[in-house]
């Protein structure tokens, strides 16, 4: 995971970091991949710039966001899918195991130091499970 100077400062990567404080990774960084588990899983790899040697399986995503020692912060990780409608609509079974990945990534950090929250850009669109914030 790449770092960024400042919050507001040069964001080439899909990750900020902010000072120590935490970690910010946008999927997709300004581009839309291909709508499958696929093109959800490379998008992942190269955005969170996984350490080399991980694989492009859902496995691998899943062994990734448990043992987060690549990408250190101090406070927290948070996770920004903003074009997760494409996939929901495109691709229903890879979206459920997205949603089922990220939940399992998000209950095991939740009571640490180090917590992670995933926000699924609002678009319009519900989907059952996934509680919508005002």
Known sequence: MADAPHAGGDRRHGLDRTGRRGRLARLPPGRTPRCDSDGFLRLCRET???PEGVGVTWD????ALTD???A???????VLYETWSELAEDDQP???AVLDLFAGAVKRR???ATPMTVLLSSVGVEV???PRLA
Not at 60 to 63: D, Q, T, V, Y
Not at 72 to 78: D, F, K, R, S, T
Request: cysteine-free; proline content about 4%.
């Open 48 to 50: 969170l710039e996984f």
């Open 60 to 63: 691998a995503l899943e062994s």
């Open 68 to 70: 987060l020692s690549w």
């Open 72 to 78: 250190p912060a101090e406070h927290g990780y948070v």
């Open 94 to 96: 890879a979206f459920r």
């Open 110 to 112: 939740r009571d640490t």
């Open 128 to 130: 059952a499970g996934v």
